[in-house]
């Protein structure tokens, strides 16, 4: 046998030994697969139970005067005096403009003189029907000019008063156009008087949260520069506005040493009414394929479940979320690595109930439970 011979020879018998002992190994390389798929998955988990949850609305706000009114004068005349400024505070009550009398207590004397007249006349006229001598024409005739004249002395004391233009609650002079000298016709400005304590803040609300607050609930507001201001809800518009679709809320602000403005812009926080909510961590929350909110959680056999939940509101701790049983144990560590129905080898955080043991789940520690 020459060389060339036993070298092919030596090579195939190579081969055949190679192929053999690839045949025998093969059993367990198989057993050691189907030990890696047949692993369970380690997860954490965590305890969460539902509380009662205060949501709070955040709208953008600002404030408004409590009350504004134009103070227009009745009377037509000069105006010879405007006893305050504009700016000034004044008391309800005070003047803010006075208009020259000019005969006008001449006519309220005349008057005083015309009632006494056609009083005496009809006391006359009363005593001569008594005696037979007097009609009841003329007995109607004197009391009508009796009754004509105390609608004249009525009306020339009501001219002389409102000759005095005066401000109609305590407040602010805002505006005061007119100067002494100025001559004004009935219905012509003499001042704005606006009222800044207490402080009205309006905001608008959408038409899907008016319903979750009431006049009874709490409102605090934090102006643009940092303030807090604390009151509560005062009216609640009952039509949306046709345009935005929105609704116009306000509230009243306690101002007693006027330090705020009317104008001025901030953030309006409304306590909604309580509702029923869980609090978790927001790494929790995932989307599905749906582009659902979602989270994951383990039952008692470690088996998990794909729960849908709603957002209602977000503070430092993490989201409220309902749509979860009222005590849930959420995957809190690889919530991202697990599907929904998939067996899982678990272990929590906090302690479980008594009664909520699970075969896959490590010994629980002695933390709490949250």
């Known amino acids: 046998m020459n060389s060339n011979v036993r070298v092919s020879l030596i090579i195939a018998l190579a081969i055949g030994l190679w192929l053999v002992s690839g045949f025998f190994d093969s059993p367990a390389t198989e057993n050691n697969s189907s030990k890696v798929e047949s692993k369970l998955t380690n997860v954490q988990a965590d305890w969460f139970e539902i509380q009662s949850y205060e949501p709070q609305l955040v709208l953008r706000a600002r404030t408004e005067a409590n009350r504004s009114v134009d103070v227009k004068a009745q009377m037509a ?15 309800a009550g005070a ?44 007995i109607a005739k004197a009391k009508t000019r009796l009754e004509s004249a105390r609608v004249a002395l009525e009306r020339s004391t009501l001219d002389l008063d409102n000759l005095s233009i005066k401000a109609p609650f305590a407040g602010v002079v805002e505006r005061r ?10 219905g012509q400005l003499c001042a704005q008087v606006v009222e800044l304590n207490p402080l009205k803040v309006s905001a608008e609300i ?16 934090t102006l643009v520069n940092g303030e807090t201001l604390s009151g509560s809800i005062s009216y609640l518009s009952r039509q949306a506005n ?13 101002n007693p040493q006027l330090r705020f403005l009317a104008g001025m812009s901030g953030s309006l926080q409304i306590a909604a009414e309580p509702m029923a909510a869980h609090l978790i961590p927001s790494s929790l929350v995932l989307l599905d394929d749906a582009g659902r909110l979602v989270v994951r959680a383990v039952d008692d056999q470690g088996i998990i479940k794909t729960l849908s939940v ?23 560590i690889g ?3 697990v599907s929904e129905a998939e067996q899982v080898a678990v ?24």
Request: with cysteine.
């Open 77 to 91: 005349g000069r105006i010879v005096a405007v006893p305050v400024a504009e700016g000034a505070l004044v008391q």
């Open 95 to 138: 003047i803010l403009c006075d208009i020259d009398q000019e005969d006008r207590k001449l006519r309220l004397q005349h008057a005083r003189a015309g009632l006494k007249q056609a009083t005496i006349e009809y006391q006359g006229a009363r005593k001569l029907e008594q005696g037979g001598y007097q009609s009841e024409l003329a």
């Open 177 to 186: 156009p007119v100067e002494v000298g100025d001559f004004v016709q009935p």
């Open 206 to 221: 959408t038409e899907q949260e008016i319903g979750k607050i009431s006049l009874t609930r709490g409102a605090q507001l």
């Open 242 to 254: 046709p345009v935005t679709r929105s609704f116009r809320i306000e509230a009243t602000i306690a």
């Open 310 to 332: 709603a957002n209602v509101g977000e503070n430092s701790d993490g989201v409220w979320v309902t749509g979860l049983p009222d005590r849930v144990a959420l995957v809190t």
């Open 335 to 337: 919530q991202n690595y």
């Open 347 to 370: 272990s929590y955080r906090t302690s479980p109930s008594l009664n909520s043991s699970s075969p896959n789940s490590s010994a629980p520690n002695s933390s709490g439970s949250q």
